[in-house]
Nanobody
Framework: QVRLVDSGGGLVQAGGSLRLSCAASGNIFSINTMGWYRQAPGNERELVATISKGGSTTYADSVKSRFTVSRDNAKNTVSLQMNSLKPEDTAVYYC??????????????WGQGTQVTVSS
């Protein structure tokens, strides 16, 4: 069984910073793309940032130059450093990973979500 656990959310003032972390565990053979998505009330879930196994990254235009995604392949973790936070960044943030398990089945897994609230 594979599991993703994300953490690090909280309440921060506009202009502040937060760092989200996500750890994958279980019967993992390999992990391909990892990333972060977010969902604000009344909105659809949207992509924030992704990172490939080789370290290539993509970002939503709204977070470029403010957020940085990174991963540690040895520890099966992905992080999101969020700087210069804005009230519009308020959402539940979910980590995601495409994982090949030890039975060689590939699925996209999700963390349980962590709330980020940015006050003005």
């Amino acid at each position: 069984q594979v599991r993703l656990v994300d953490s690090g959310g909280g309440l921060v003032q506009a202009g502040g910073s937060l760092r989200l972390s996500c750890a994958a565990s279980g019967n993992i053979f390999s992990i391909n793309t990892m990333g972060w998505y977010r969902q604000a009330p009344g909105n659809e879930r949207e992509l924030v940032a992704t990172i490939s196994k080789g370290g290539s990254t993509t970002y939503a235009d709204s977070v470029k130059s403010r957020f940085t995604v990174s991963r540690d392949n040895a520890k099966n973790t992905v992080s999101l450093q969020m700087n210069s936070l804005k009230p519009e960044d308020t959402a539940v943030y979910y980590c995601s990973a495409r994982i090949l398990d030890t039975s060689l089945r590939s699925y996209n897994y999700w963390g349980q979500g962590t709330q980020v609230t940015v006050s003005s």
